[in-house]
C-alpha cells in the first residue's frame, strides 16, 4: 500500500492524477467513503507523506485516521499502532499550516447570511491539538490495565505527535488528572501500597510525567511515616527508597518540586543515618572508616534536603537536628581515628544546629566546649509557601491551613501560578482533611474554583477548551461516518437551510433514508442541521469530509 508515496505530491500533474484516482476509490454504491483500501493506496498508506499539497495531506488525514478508529474498534491494536501515528503526523502538520487554514476559511459558506467569523477558525485551530490527542489519552487510560504496551504505545504517540508542546503537556497531565485526588484519599486512608503501583505504572508508561512522578515522591515520603514504628521499620524505609529508585528515572527527578524532592532527601539521609547507631562506636578501624562514610553520605542528602526546602527546618522534618547527629557521628570517628582537630570543627556544627544535640553530649565531656560554628548554609527562615499547609495539618490547625490558602491565592506566593497552586499536594490534603465539614469544603472548594478559573485564563485558551470534541473515543467512535452532510445529504460548501432538513425529514417519514450503512432518523437530521448552522459545527464537520474534488483544468 505504499508504492506510490513517492509520486503523491510530486508535481501538480502527477498530485491531480493522484487525486482523482483517490477521488473514484472513495465512492461506494452512490456515496463517498472516509475510507476504502483503493484510497489508502493510492494516497500512500502509512508513510509518512513527503509533499507539499495540504489538500492532499487533508484526504490522508481523514483515510487513515478512520482506519485506525476501525481496527481499534475491533480489538486490532498492533494493527491500528501505524495508522493512528500517520494519521496524527498529518493532523499536526495541518495545525501547523496558514495555508491550510486559509483555503478552509476561503471553503466556507455563510451561515444565515453572514460568513464564518474567523476568530471561530482561530478557535477551532487552537483546539484541535487537545481534541485530537484526548482520543490517545482514552485509549492510554482504557488499556494501561489489560494491555500495558499497547498503551505506552499512545502515551509515547502523544509525546511525539508534533502538536505544540502546551498541548502536549495538557494531554499528559490529563492522563493522570484523577491521580492526585485518588493519591489524596490513599494518603488519608493509610493505604499506600495499591496506589504506589498504580502512580508507577503511569511512570513507566510515561516516564518524565511531572505529575506521577511528583505524586510518587509525595506517597514514599507519607508512606515512611508509617513505618518507622515498626520494628524493621528502618529497613523497609530503605526498601521502600529503592523502590523509588528502580520507578524513577533521572529525567523524572528533576522535574519534582523541590518542597517534596527535599522530603525524599531527608528520608535517603535518615536511612543511612538511624541504621547505624550502636551506642557506641567499636574500636575496629574499617568499621570506623565504614560508619564514617555512611554518614558523610546521609550529610551530603541532608544539606541538599535544606538547600531545596529550608521549610525542612520545621517540625516534623527537622532536618537540621539529624544533620546535627550525622556531624557528632562523625566527629566522633575523627576523634577515634586521632584527628581531634577535624573532631572539634564537626562537633562545632553539630552544636551551632542543635545545641541539644544527644549524641554530641558525651564527646563535648571528652574534647571539651566547642567554639561558635560557622555560618549556616541555608537560609534561616523558612519560605512560606504551600508547603506550610501540610505542616498546619500535622498540627491539627486546619482553619489556620485555610486561611494560608485563601492568602496564598491574593498574593500569587507559593505554587509560582494559580493553577500550580491549585494542584499542590497539600492544598490536595487540605481539601480532604475539610471534606466533612460543609462550611470548610465550600470555603476551599471557592478558593480552587478561583485558582483554576484564572490557570486557565492565563492558558490563553480563547474558550476553544469549552468546544465539543466529535473525535472524542468510545466504544462506538466513528467520526468520520458520522457526517451532519451526509446525514442532511448536502455537499461540504452547500448553504444549508432550513428547506434542507424539510426536505430530508420527508424522506425519512415517507421511508428509509441510510447514509453510509446506517439508518437516518428524525433525530440525526435535527442534530445535523444545528451542527451545520452553528459556526463552531460546521467548521468542526467541514475538517471530518473529504474536500469535493475540483475539476481538473483543461
Avoid at 37 to 62: K, M
Avoid at 143 to 167: D, K, N, Q, W
Wanted: hydrophobic share 45%.
Amino acid at each position: 500500500m505504499t508504492r506510490r508515496t513517492a509520486d503523491v505530491g510530486a508535481g501538480e500533474d502527477v498530485g491531480a492524477d493522484v487525486d482523482e484516482r483517490a477521488w473514484a476509490a472513495l465512492h461506494r454504491d452512490g456515496e463517498v467513503h472516509p475510507w476504502t483500501a483503493e484510497a489508502e493506496e493510492v494516497w500512500g498508506g502509512t508513510q509518512p507523506y513527503p509533499g507539499p499539497d495540504d489538500r492532499l495531506r487533508h484526504h490522508r488525514a481523514i483515510c487513515l485516521h478512520t482506519r485506525a478508529y476501525d481496527l481499534q474498534r475491533a480489538g486490532e491494536y498492533a494493527l491500528a499502532l501505524p495508522y493512528w501515528r500517520a494519521a496524527v503526523g498529518e493532523w499536526a502538520a495541518l495545525h501547523a499550516s496558514d495555508a491550510f487554514w486559509e483555503r478552509l476559511a476561503g471553503r466556507m459558506p455563510p451561515i444565515d447570511g453572514r460568513p464564518v467569523p474567523a476568530e471561530v477558525l482561530a478557535a477551532v485551530r487552537r483546539a484541535l491539538p487537545g481534541m485530537l490527542l484526548d482520543v490517545h489519552v482514552a485509549l492510554a487510560r482504557e488499556l494501561r490495565g489489560t494491555a500495558p504496551e499497547p498503551a505506552g504505545e499512545h502515551v509515547a504517540l502523544i509525546r511525539g505527535s508534533g502538536f505544540p508542546a502546551g498541548a502536549v503537556a495538557a494531554a499528559r497531565a490529563a492522563l493522570v488528572e484523577e491521580l492526585d485526588g485518588r493519591v489524596a484519599e490513599a494518603i488519608d486512608q493509610r493505604r499506600f501500597g495499591p496506589t504506589f503501583d498504580e502512580v508507577a505504572d503511569w511512570l513507566r508508561l510515561d516516564p518524565a510525567a511531572p505529575v506521577p512522578a511528583r505524586l510518587l515522591v509525595v506517597l514514599a515520603n507519607e508512606w515512611a511515616w508509617t513505618l518507622i514504628g515498626r520494628d524493621d521499620g528502618w529497613r523497609v524505609v530503605r526498601n521502600l527508597l529503592r523502590r523509588v529508585d528502580e520507578v524513577l528515572p533521572p529525567e523524572a527527578v528533576e522535574v519534582v518540586p523541590d518542597d517534596d524532592r527535599a522530603r525524599l532527601l531527608h528520608w535517603q539521609g535518615a536511612q543511612l543515618l538511624y541504621t547505624e547507631m550502636p551506642p557506641r562506636i567499636t574500636d575496629d578501624p574499617a568499621e570506623i572508616q565504614r560508619i564514617e562514610r555512611v554518614n558523610q553520605r546521609a550529610e551530603r542528602y541532608y544539606r541538599e534536603s535544606l538547600t531545596r526546602s529550608p521549610s525542612v527546618r520545621l517540625p516534623p522534618w527537622e532536618v537540621e537536628k539529624d544533620l546535627a547527629k550525622c556531624l557528632a557521628r562523625q566527629a566522633e570517628c575523627a576523634h577515634l581515628t586521632g584527628r581531634d582537630a577535624d573532631a572539634r570543627r564537626l562537633l562545632a556544627d553539630a552544636v551551632a544546629l542543635d545545641a541539644g544535640c544527644e549524641w554530641a553530649a558525651d564527646l563535648v565531656e571528652r574534647l571539651g566546649a566547642p567554639g561558635p560554628g560557622p555560618a549556616r548554609r541555608w537560609p534561616l527562615e523558612a519560605t512560606v509557601d504551600a508547603a506550610e499547609i501540610d505542616h498546619l495539618l500535622v498540627g491539627g490547625r486546619t482553619v489556620e491551613a485555610m486561611e494560608l490558602l485563601e492568602r496564598l491565592e491574593r498574593t500569587g506566593v507559593g505554587a509560582g501560578n494559580r493553577q500550580g497552586l491549585a494542584e499542590h499536594p497539600a492544598v490536595a490534603r487540605l481539601a480532604a482533611a475539610v471534606r466533612p465539614h460543609p462550611l470548610r469544603r465550600r470555603r476551599v472548594e471557592a478558593v480552587l474554583a478561583r485558582l483554576r478559573a484564572g490557570g486557565e485564563a492565563q492558558a490563553g485558551t480563547g474558550g476553544a477548551a469549552a468546544l465539543d470534541n466529535p473525535w472524542r473515543w468510545h466504544a462506538e467512535a466513528d467520526p468520520y461516518r458520522d457526517s451532519a452532510f451526509g446525514v442532511l445529504g448536502v455537499e461540504p460548501t452547500t448553504v444549508v437551510r432550513r428547506a434542507h432538513a424539510v426536505a430530508r425529514r420527508s424522506r425519512v417519514r415517507f421511508g428509509e433514508v441510510r447514509y453510509l450503512g446506517r439508518v437516518v432518523d428524525e433525530a440525526a437530521i435535527n442534530a445535523a442541521e444545528q451542527r451545520l448552522r452553528d459556526p463552531v459545527g460546521r467548521v468542526l464537520e467541514t475538517l471530518r469530509v473529504h474536500a469535493v474534488r475540483e475539476p481538473r483544468p483543461r
